[in-house]
């Protein structure tokens, strides 16, 4: 299933960023901050008991106030809300029940959503102070009393948050669906690119609006497969996120290429690839998706001898470490080569989720290995002993050597190349991991 989503929300000043940093760095599976996200830390992901989550900070509430920058945090929190699976309601024991509270609990027992009460700076362990008691007021479940500063608490509160969540449960969608995020920066064809599929075909299974700041789904089917498309909402520069609800957008644009199969990566041929796009292909490929460059608007570029060479050439170097993705130049606005696009959906979509037996990757292995030596550092030279898949999308392979030190990247990139060779493995990124023989799973 895609990872829940967990808000913590409340009046300004309770500790809410306090809980988010003890949640985030206890839990260290995933720890980073999403590229394009403004200075403070909003966004991040984290595990609990084997599960993944994602994490959501949000600027202090404060609903009677007509302050403009209340009223933006006030926004945000709205839409945090909206998109949470589990709301994290934080408020002050030291401070006892406020009006504010009371208002923010109206607030949240409007949206719905499953709502933890969290009585902070219950620093002492033990008894709960007395002040604990006045947040029965609020008509929500039982608080529980943690301390964000020391952490107390936190297990519960997260055991509590996975009690609504089942996991047993997978998206609700078909599993011969093809998921595909359409991503770029803004102004860049997306919209435009899924309307003119849907505008030749019209075989719309069904069509789920949003706002233009949502990422909108829309289902379709075309030759017998089906396809989920996601148009996201564009993604700025890090240093044109005002301190709004556009931040939640490039939230909604991360969220969308973690739960896709396939993305399609949309580069202006008018402006070439720029460093913006090559940070939103970054985070595509480091979520290990499998990706085709699209390139828009080719019916605005004038064309000479190889302009179209050229403009390959230009994307690798754009985009060195995509070096596998596919590219096609379309026009969503005449819909120049859009019929092509499908076959390569479908065939890099394939090629993120081959699997490779052991012997034959073992013979691969063997002939790279025969052809070029392994490096050797200070008279010790690195010794590959076998290759084997651990698992697919993307493609993921174990390398056990001697010693992890003696792995340079470049002979590791020289093994890919050689396997990329054989396979193809067009589209997707490949993912290795070194370990020494004997060595357990960490």
Not at 40 to 56: S, T
Not at 67 to 80: C, E, F, K, T
Not at 364 to 382: F, H, I
């Amino acid at each position: 299933m895609a990872k829940p989503v967990f808000a913590i929300v409340g009046r300004p000043n309770v500790g809410k960023s306090t809980l988010f940093n003890k949640i985030i760095g206890q839990r260290i599976s995933i720890v980073e901050d999403t590229p394009g996200v403004t200075r403070d830390r909003i966004y991040a992901d984290g595990e609990w008991n084997g599960h993944k989550f994602v994490l959501i900070d949000t600027g202090g509430i404060e609903p009677k106030k007509d302050d403009v920058i209340l009223n933006q945090m006030r926004a945000q929190a709205s839409i945090a809300i909206d998109m949470a699976d589990v709301i994290f309601f934080m408020v002050d024991i030291k401070d006892g029940l406020t009006a504010a509270d009371m208002d923010v609990a109206t607030m949240l027992k409007k949206s719905k959503k499953p709502v933890i009460l969290l009585c902070n700076k219950a620093d002492s362990p033990g008894d709960v102070p007395m002040e604990y008691y006045e947040f029965f007021n609020l008509g929500l479940d039982e608080p529980i009393a943690i301390s964000s500063t020391h952490g107390l608490g936190v297990g519960d509160l997260l055991d509590k948050a996975y009690s609504y969540v089942d996991f047993n449960v997978v998206d609700d969608v078909e599993e011969d669906i093809i998921k595909v995020a359409v991503i770029g920066k803004p102004n860049v064809g997306k919209s435009s690119l899924i309307n003119k599929i849907l505008g030749e075909e019209r075989v719309i299974v069904s069509n789920i609006a949003g706002t233009t700041r949502d990422a909108i789904d829309t289902y379709y089917e075309r030759d017998g497969q089906k396809y989920l498309f996601v148009d996201t909402a564009g993604m700025r520069k890090k240093g044109k996120i005002d301190e709004n609800i556009e931040r939640y957008s490039v939230i909604r644009s991360l969220a969308a290429i973690d739960r896709c199969d396939v993305v399609l990566m949309l580069i202006d041929a008018t402006e070439g690839v720029t460093e913006q796009d090559s940070k939103i292909a970054g985070y595509a490929h480091n979520a290990g998706k499998a990706s085709i460059v699209v390139v828009n608007k080719w019916d605005l570029v004038e064309k000479e001898t190889n302009t179209m060479k050229n403009f390959k050439t230009d994307v690798l170097n754009g985009l060195p470490f995509m070096q596998y993705a596919p590219s096609e130049f379309v026009s969503a606005l005449t819909g120049l080569r859009m019929n092509k696009l499908f076959d390569l959906i479908r065939f890099v979509n394939a090629q993120n989720a081959v699997r490779i037996p052991t012997g034959v990757l073992n013979d691969v292995l063997n002939e790279a290995v025969s052809m070029v030596q392994p490096p050797s550092d200070k008279g010790r030279r690195l010794k590959i002993y076998y290759i084997t898949q651990a698992s697919t999308r993307p493609p993921t392979f174990i390398l056990f050597v001697n010693d992890k030190e003696l792995a340079h990247f470049s002979y590791v990139r020289y093994i890919e190349n050689k396997i990329r060779e054989t396979f193809s493995l067009t589209g997707t990124p490949v993912k290795f991991i070194i370990r020494e023989r004997g060595e357990k799973d960490e």
